[in-house]
């Protein structure tokens, strides 16, 4: 039987961990696996023992201060887990905060993040792994429900309808919306910022 040629191309945890102390320019790392079934080397639960029980009972806190309603502990905890993380953010209940790759997830002033939202920095596929940064640009809101892939960057003052699945960058001042999201624009953020929505005379 011919070898598979996930087994012929080794070395993929030494080059995530490249890719983790990269530069933001590269935003998306992705490697060859045989299934998600089989161990990986991208799992926790494929490491020690101990290593891996380390890792869970962090993300069982994460989960833990993700669904209460106090905000503090929760953008504190993620500080510490490496996430960086701006002034006056607000998480609501229940939002989801990928754990296994913190340190990939950029959040910047004034960000919103809804209800249930789920925020994934990475995934597994058959025959793939995949992991990336995701950036949230100053000002920007995440509806609840909604989900973001790994990439993504979702720019200043943009929001993401609730229950929208983002799969690409959203645009400064635009909003995503649908599933898979498409992105509607607003104008350029000059205009939004001089000049005003026109009335509806109907209502």
Aim: glycine residues 10%.
């Amino acid at each position: 039987m011919p070898s598979s040629p996930c087994r012929s191309n080794p070395g993929g945890p030494e080059k995530l961990a490249v890719f983790l102390r990269g530069t933001p320019d590269a935003r998306v790392f992705t490697h060859p696996i045989e299934h998600p079934s089989r161990p990986t080397g991208f799992c926790p639960c494929d490491g020690a023992f101990l290593k891996s029980l380390w890792f869970y009972l962090k993300a069982g806190l994460l989960q833990f201060l993700m669904k209460q309603p106090y905000n503090k502990p929760k953008i504190w905890y993620l500080r510490k887990l490496g996430v960086q993380i701006g002034e006056n953010v607000y998480i609501s209940v229940g939002a989801y905060i990928d754990p296994l790759f913190p340190e990939l997830l950029c959040i910047e002033d004034n960000v919103m993040i809804g209800m249930e939202a789920r925020i994934i920095l990475h995934e597994f596929a058959i025959g793939e792994f995949r992991a990336g940064r995701i950036t949230l640009r100053k000002g920007c809101l995440l509806g609840g429900y909604c989900l973001l892939r790994p990439g993504i960057e979702v720019g200043e003052y943009a929001s993401v309808a609730p229950a929208s699945v983002v799969i690409r960058d959203v645009p400064a001042y635009a909003t995503a919306i649908g599933s898979p999201a498409r992105n509607i624009l607003k104008g350029t953020p000059d205009k939004n910022e001089q000049t005003p929505e026109p009335a509806n005379d109907d209502q």
